[in-house]
């Protein structure tokens, strides 16, 4: 079974600094990894993605993440915050690339933003 | 790119009416759709996995005879909360996969829903 957890359920930071939003997964097999940015009342957009290949992605906005196998991790970063980054964050894995394979996805709890000026 | 339309935005009605929302993909075929149910200051949980063509597929615990989908078309899922009650009002999502039946997933803008 697949699972993600983002830690921490709320991050604020200063306009300029950097974004780090956490997220760990558990899959069984190699798993496909996004991540998705929510602004309120709005469904979800899609910031990145990994599948197989670099383990450094790059995404929308300037945001990048790492797969990092040994850690079971996919960190999403952002060298400089900007005020229009506050949004809430997820995490997702999916076990397959199609349908065929489960195209499910799981989601981590999400992560809020804030952006201080 | 790929782009998903969710109707209506915003529904308000009376405890007891059915609601039909609609989930359609704009510019490509989407053989599988998703339905998310997502609470405030929640993640989105997945309600169930739409087919065309065939019946759709529940996720644990959820009603079947509450929450029905069709997906009579490729390029139209819908989700009918049946007989709704103040319990059901939450934010509705659904999604698709492109036009290759692939991911990433494509999300439409949602749907809230409020039961008086």
């Known amino acids: 079974a697949q699972s993600v957890t983002q830690l921490g359920s709320h991050v604020s930071v200063s306009e300029g600094a950097l974004v780090l939003l956490r997220c760990n997964y558990s899959s069984s097999v190699p798993p496909y990894l996004f991540w998705y940015v929510q602004y309120p009342n709005q469904g979800l957009q899609l910031l990145l993605k990994?599948?197989?290949?670099?383990?450094l992605v790059k995404g929308i906005n300037g945001f990048e993440a790492e797969f990092k196998k040994s850690e079971t991790s996919f960190h999403l970063t952002k060298p400089s915050a900007h005020m229009s980054d506050a949004a809430e964050y997820f995490c997702a894995v999916s076990v397959g690339w199609d349908y065929n394979q489960g195209g499910k996805l799981i989601f981590g709890q999400g992560t809020e933003l804030s952006v201080k000026p | 790119g790929a782009v998903v339309s969710q109707h209506p935005s915003r529904v308000i009605c009376k405890s007891g009416t059915s609601v039909k929302i609609e989930c359609r993909s704009l510019d490509f075929q989407a053989t599988t759709m998703f339905w998310y149910r997502q609470f405030p200051k929640k993640s989105l949980m997945l309600m169930a996995t739409s087919n065309e063509g065939s019946k759709a597929t529940y996720e644990q615990g959820v009603e079947k005879d509450k929450f029905l989908i069709n997906h009579a078309s490729l390029t139209l899922s819908t989700l009918t909360v049946t007989s709704a009650h103040p319990e059901d009002s939450s934010f509705y999502i659904c999604?698709?996969?492109?036009?290759?039946?692939?991911?990433?997933?494509?999300f439409g803008d949602g749907t809230r829903l409020s039961i008086l």
């Open positions: 999604s698709a996969l492109d036009r290759e039946g692939h991911q990433p997933q494509h």
């Open positions: 990994y599948t197989t290949g670099a383990t």
